[in-house]
């Protein structure tokens, strides 16, 4: 049976479903992180059976972004969604990849250095509480599964908010809450019993696994998260719900 999930107390935050003191989640997630980045791609593959790139491409379909604009990709890990954003901004425009964590931001810089993906692409290792970039800097700011691992997540849509210009759009590609009952049983037998193994059998690695498959059923609702995104100054917020409600497309604007 699924953990009994309740809010945090004073001074503490989730990790799974831990809860460890709050400036103790970013060094763990960190050192998740760590652990899997050199299976990173694969175990992604794995996991989803590939729906993880369909979700993606949905994705970067919404972004609206022409030749010469410049779009800032948050927890970019292994580059999939940069190179993207590369592709639609044009040798004109700039994607920035920002990762809080050097070995996945190295990854990602040497996956699209061998994909020919140099001329247009800056990296930065940045925290997504506190984006060191100026105000109205991007016309779009993507992050895909990474919302989740953040500490303070209402710092970081502030921040996200911030750094978009007038008009700008946010997208968060993330896991969310299943809409059909018999699905979210599956789904949590699943989560909890395949998702550990593979990360054992292949990564060599379970618990890594088993938090992010915990992280998942911490992290907030369709609903919830539109809140979220509205309190942090976002505008015309809704979302997409892909594969029954295992991901949503979160999207919201700044005006």
């Known amino acids: 049976m699924e953990p009994k999930i309740s809010q ?3 001074g503490s935050t989730d990790f799974g479903f831990q809860q460890v003191p709050w400036r ?65 901004v044009g040798p004109s425009g700039l994607v920035v990849l920002a990762d809080i964590n050097a070995s996945m931001l190295g990854l990602g810089r040497d996956r699209l250095t061998d994909r020919a993906v140099v001329s247009n692409v800056e990296y930065a290792q940045a925290d997504a509480e ?11 700011v993507t992050i895909a599964f990474g919302l989740r691992n953040v500490t303070d997540k209402p710092a970081a849509l502030a921040s996200m908010q911030r750094v978009l210009k007038p008009g ?31 990360g054992r059998a292949v990564a060599g690695d ?5 938090y992010l ?16 995104m509205t309190a942090a100054g976002l505008s015309s917020c809704r979302y997409h719900n892909l594969s029954g409600g295992i991901v949503a497309v979160h999207r919201g604007y700044r005006y």
């Open 8 to 10: 945090s107390p004073p």
């Open 24 to 88: 103790e989640k970013a060094r763990r997630v960190r050192a998740v992180f760590d652990s899997v980045a050199n299976r990173y791609d694969l175990m992604n593959d794995l996991m989803s059976g590939g729906a993880h790139r369909l979700w993606k491409h949905f994705m970067l379909s919404l972004t609206g972004l022409r030749p010469g604009d410049r779009a800032l990709d948050i927890a970019g890990g292994t580059g999939d969604v940069a190179a993207g954003l590369a592709r639609q």
């Open 130 to 140: 506190r984006l060191p970039f100026a105000d109205a800097s991007f016309d779009c």
């Open 168 to 198: 700008g759009q946010l997208l968060i590609l993330e896991f969310s809450q299943p809409v059909l009952p018999a699905l979210a049983r599956l789904y949590d037998l699943y989560s909890f019993n395949v998702l550990p193994w593979l």
């Open 206 to 210: 379970a618990g890594s696994y088993q």
């Open 213 to 228: 498959a915990e992280s998942i059923r911490r992290h907030p609702g369709q609903q919830e998260l539109l809140e979220l």
